[in-house]
């Protein structure tokens, strides 16, 4: 078996690794190998052919494949070696990334692992939708693949189930490509989607929206035929005597999507039960040293703009973890206080800036964000509305930070 | 005339698959004939996927006689026909002075039958077989084990067809007539003609016997549900664990897979809908809840699916359940006539198959096939084999190092040997099953796409002629833009 | 009277409310930047969309290829335009800003692909 030293192996082409790649042989590490496993990178990017990425990042509004090729062409530049077609099989907790392709198994040790595999969808066997199972149920990704990638038509008439940002744009692109879309139906008293594809994706094209409902059975045993839809009350269960039975061919959705972290789990790297990524501290460093991790492999972004940064910035933590034979240590850590969510980085030195990314748990408006350490607020920040959709990013100066002492993040109204 | 088979198996579950390969031990042009699109479509496919011991059933049963012989020679028959197979042993766990009493009598049922090394165990014991149950003392089964019935079934007929038997799919059979002394069978495939016929029709056994003049058997349904966990959790089980049994039901209980996941069920209800396979939502939590209090792992972010079966059960007014029946009659000359059969079917498929056999013997001539090669081959899987052996499999195959299906890391190569299967099945399931693509955790959210193309792209398919299991069931309405 | 306005510029999706007389917007409320005004006064007037699809694309490595619109055009346009792309077909190599439909339906906007695609 080939075996070949690296200083860096990137796991998985998409917007994660690409900007990682990118601006780690800025930084000067040249020694880098990106492993993926379609024929062409980009990730899921090449499947979003909407537009309306690239406004943070580039100040502009790209399609996902513009987004992805923008950083696909910048590492072609650079001769950043990128090995397609090729899956990873296993990274080991002492960096060793042994991979497959129809040239045979490959073996790289490295000095730094950037794990950016991506997310998953949430399926309907995790939600346990109960009926049959006939097929026309997919989920939003998957019917986006096989309309975009593979040119195949999933259905004609259609009910969405969550709304995720993935099934709104979908309901748009079956509209567009002649599909009726009956409606979609969300479990939660609030969408889970962006404000602006609710406007642009349902309202621009008359699809309801109806919230605290949600799918309670599923009819048809080869090709589906039929749902039935349920109000719910406030502990998200189903209303007796509020069963509607609409009539579709098929049933998409957008409920979820779920760190991808099977080789992570591998390499012995510590998971994070909330977000289901890796613990990392403020470099996005995993608890197994020299594995990094960033994009949605890490937790679910809403938008790929602050993918490309999170990784932009794992790369300076990469490329500071070579030079300088480590990290300097992250003992305080960072908690999740009254309506948060998730917050990530887990840990932070106290002596460095560091930017903090988290969700809120419910809808808001009017509150208060608020950073405290030792009983002290570091900062506090006004916002307008804060959404369970919209991941929030608050930038922390050193010299606000002591070392030592623990994080509370907290918002409220 | 001459008919065209000397003869037609109805039924291509494990036992029918089963038949149809002992027949081929002999020069009888032999036949399947099969209603959905697939082997093992219906009860054989959907079970617990326990080898049993034989200790569950009345002795003197044919249940019990053919299960234990069964149980004996599953290493030789798993290894013969290259199938998973596992012989893990199985622990049935009580707790209170009547769940003793319960399990003392089912030992000496046991031994009557015939079952091996069976014991009662104490809590200590119990533990270190099974670290995560919940339990004072067990009945321990050492012989009990755990295979793929859809493998086995799959392989029982593709060694049939290896061996010169034909299989047609879709070819439910829907009126028989005798006319000197030849069967004729309809099907929406056409008429196929035989000397014998066998009903091994499962769910459909009662409506085929109607049909060869046999009457009177009430056949019930009889629907479990299961549960399938995330491979997370497969360490925590090494062998299946059963509650103490109740007269009528094994009970809810949990069980490994060969391929590393566990299975929670089945609960059990009669239905009059044998095409019915929904899994409601109250079943699924009673699921959980009952089986938790045996072993206490079950949660919900480690769900992957649901499924559901029913077993084939004859059923008197009274609630009697009948043993397996297995029957030549007078109103049904050259007909074998099987009624019932249900659990144990899949560890006894093979003692029945030779049962059948024997009954023909009584009145025809059976010459040997000198030709029989009882041994066949599966697909390769690439991801149980070491690094080294991978390595090789490439060089030999290079669609071995292209990985179609992520999480269950199968490769192009073994799709390709899947779609190109030797009964000629095409669905997505088939596939699907055959090489476990979409079965992982992302439930065919990466690999489905691929597979679905390489179908089309294999056997020349549009988008709208792919099937997914059963006819009618299109994934695809068309294409986004017509070529 | 009073309006809200979902605005769909950027991620942000201010929710604006707008006091409207006589068609004419005389305050606005909610928006974080100045877009947001451009945005409402735009939906009022004209609202305006860009939108996304496929081609077939013949000899490439994909079947399809994703396109879009090089600058919105009217809302109840949409669907004459992709009545207009349906039966396009390109063929590979394509290249990200090549020009598949020029000044689609006189709307003064060009279809462009957004993806390379090399040859099969």
């Given amino acids: ?178 599909a009726q879309v009956l409606g979609v139906y969300e479990i939660q008293p609030y969408a889970n989607g962006l404000p602006r594809n609710i406007e642009q994706c349902l309202n621009d094209y008359h699809i309801p929206l109806h919230l605290s409902h949600t799918v309670t059975e599923i009819h048809g045993n080869a090709r589906l035929t039929g749902v039935t839809v349920s109000a719910v009350d406030e502990r998200c269960r189903p209303i007796p005597g509020t069963e509607e039975r609409i009539d579709c061919d098929t049933l998409i959705l957008s409920v979820g999507l779920l760190p991808e972290n099977e080789l992570s789990l591998d390499a012995g790297v510590l998971l994070d039960p909330r977000t289901r990524g890796a613990v990392v501290d403020q470099y996005m460093q995993t608890s197994v040293p020299g594995i990094f991790a960033a994009g949605n492999v890490l937790h679910v972004h809403d938008v790929v703009d602050f993918v490309s940064l999170e990784a932009e910035h794992l790369a300076e933590g990469v490329a500071r973890y070579l030079a300088e034979g480590g990290l300097p240590r992250c003992e305080s850590c960072v908690r999740a206080g009254a309506g948060v969510g998730h917050v990530l980085p887990h840990t932070v030195s106290g002596a460095e800036d560091v930017t903090l990314s988290l969700r809120v748990r419910t809808p808001m408006k009017n509150c208060v964000l608020e950073v405290r350490q030792d009983g002290r607020t570091v900062k506090k920040m006004k916002m307008r509305k804060a959404l369970p959709a919209e991941m929030i990013q608050v930038p922390l100066k050193a010299e606000d930070l002591q070392e030592g002492a623990d994080l509370e993040v907290s918002v409220q109204c | 005339m001459e008919p065209q088979f000397d003869v037609l198996v109805i039924g291509g579950g494990v036992v029918g698959c089963a038949i149809a390969r002992e027949l081929t031990r ?136 290896q061996n010169g038997a034909r299989f047609f799919f879709d070819a439910e059979v829907t009126a028989i007539r005798r006319e000197d002394g030849i069967y004729h069978l309809t099907t929406k495939q056409g008429e196929f003609t035989s000397r014998w016929v066998i009903n091994s029709a499962g769910l459909g056994c009662g409506k085929i016997s109607d049909m060869l003049g046999i009457h009177g058997y009430s056949i019930r349904g009889s629907k479990g549900d299961y549960i399938i966990l995330d491979k997370r959790v497969g360490p925590l089980l090494p062998m299946p664990v059963y509650p103490v049994p109740s007269n009528t039901h094994m009970g809810i209980h949990v069980t490994p897979t060969v391929d590393g996941n566990v299975t929670v069920g089945p609960n059990a209800e009669y239905v009059d809908d044998f095409d019915y396979y929904g899994v409601p939502a109250t079943s699924i939590e009673s699921l959980a809840e009952s089986a938790n209090t045996l072993w206490p792992c079950i949660r919900r972010e480690d769900y992957i699916r649901n499924y559901s079966g029913i077993l084939s059960k004859w059923v008197d007014a009274d609630g009697t359940i009948h043993d397996f029946t297995i029957e030549m009659r007078p109103e049904a000359p050259n007909a074998v006539n099987l009624i019932g059969i249900e659990s144990p079917g899949l560890t006894a498929a093979l003692p029945i198959a030779r049962y059948v056999i024997n009954l023909i013997r009584q009145k025809a001539d059976l010459p040997e096939n000198p030709d029989f090669n009882p041994r066949r081959k599966g697909i390769v899987r690439f991801a149980e084999q070491s690094d080294e052996v991978k390595a090789q499999l490439i060089a030999q195959d290079p669609n071995y190092g292209e990985l179609v299906c992520r999480c269950e890391k199968v490769t192009r190569a073994e799709l390709l040997q899947a779609i190109h299967n030797p009964l000629g099945v095409h669905t997505m399931v088939a596939v699907k099953y055959r090489t476990r693509c979409m079965m992982g955790r992302c439930q065919g959210g990466y690999c489905q796409m691929r597979m679905a193309q390489m179908i089309e792209e294999e056997l020349g398919l549009q988008p709208t002629d792919v099937l997914y299991n059963r006819p009618g069931s299109h994934p695809f309405t068309g294409r986004v833009r017509e070529q | 009277m009073l309006r809200t306005y979902t605005c769909i510029i950027c991620p942000n999706g201010c929710e604006i409310t707008a006091k409207l007389e006589n068609g004419e917007i005389c305050d606005i409320e909610g928006a974080l930047c100045p877009r947001g005004k451009e945005y409402v006064t735009q939906e009022l007037t004209d609202p305006r969309r860009n939108i996304a699809t496929s081609v077939l694309l013949e000899g490439g490595q994909l079947p399809l290829v994703s396109v879009r619109l090089s600058g919105p055009i009217p809302k109840d346009r949409i669907f004459d335009v992709m009545n207009a792309i349906r039966p396009l077909r390109l063929k590979a190599p394509v290249h990200v800003g090549q020009v598949a439909l020029p000044n689609v339906l006189g709307l003064g906007v060009d279809v462009l692909v957004t993806k390379e695609v090399a040859v099969l």
Avoid at chain 1, 14 to 27: E, F, S, T
Avoid at chain 1, 99 to 113: E, F, N, P
Avoid at chain 1, 147 to 159: D, E, H, I, S
Avoid at chain 2, 26 to 39: A, F, H, Q, Y
């Fill in chain 1, 1 to 178: 078996m080939k075996c070949e030293n690296k200083d860096v192996v990137i796991v998985g082409g998409g917007p994660a690794g690409l900007a990682a790649a990118v601006k780690l042989h800025q930084l000067g590490v040249r020694d880098i190998l990106v492993v993926e496993r379609e024929k062409q990178p980009g990730g899921i990017l090449r499947q979003c052919i909407h537009d309306g990425f690239g406004l943070t990042r580039f100040g502009e509004t790209l399609s996902g494949p513009e987004y992805a090729q923008r950083f696909l062409s910048q590492a072609q530049q650079l001769g950043i070696e990128i090995v397609p077609d090729t899956t990873v099989l296993q990274v080991s907790g002492d960096r060793l990334v042994t991979t497959a392709s129809r040239d045979g198994l490959a073996q790289y040790k490295a000095g730094a692992v950037v794990l950016a595999m991506g997310c998953r969808e949430r399926t309907r066997g995790a939600l346990a939708i109960p009926g049959e199972r006939p097929t026309g149920v997919f989920t939003a990704g998957v019917a986006q693949a096989y309309m975009n990638l593979y040119n195949t038509m999933v259905g004609k008439r259609v009910v969405i189930l969550g709304s995720g940002d993935i099934g709104l744009i979908m309901a748009r692109r079956m509209t567009l490509e002649g």
């Fill in chain 2, 26 to 161: 002999t020069r009888w042009k032999v036949g399947l004939l099969e209603k959905n699109l697939d082997v093992a479509y219906e009860a054989s496919g959907r079970n617990s996927a326990v080898l049993h011991g034989g200790f569950a059933y009345d002795p003197g049963t044919l249940k019990a006689k053919l299960c234990v012989e069964g149980n004996a020679e599953f290493d030789q028959v798993a290894e013969e026909l290259d199938v998973p197979f596992k012989r893990t042993g199985k622990v049935l766990v009580g707790n209170t002075p009547e769940d003793m009493a319960s399990l003392r009598r089912t030992l000496e049922t046991g031994r009557i039958n015939g079952a091996r090394n069976l014991e009662i165990i104490d809590k200590e014991r119990l533990h270190q077989l099974v670290p995560s149950v919940v339990g004072e003392f067990a009945l321990w089964s050492p012989t009990s084990g755990i295979m793929d019935p859809f493998l086995y079934t799959v392989a029982l007929a593709e060694n049939a067809v």
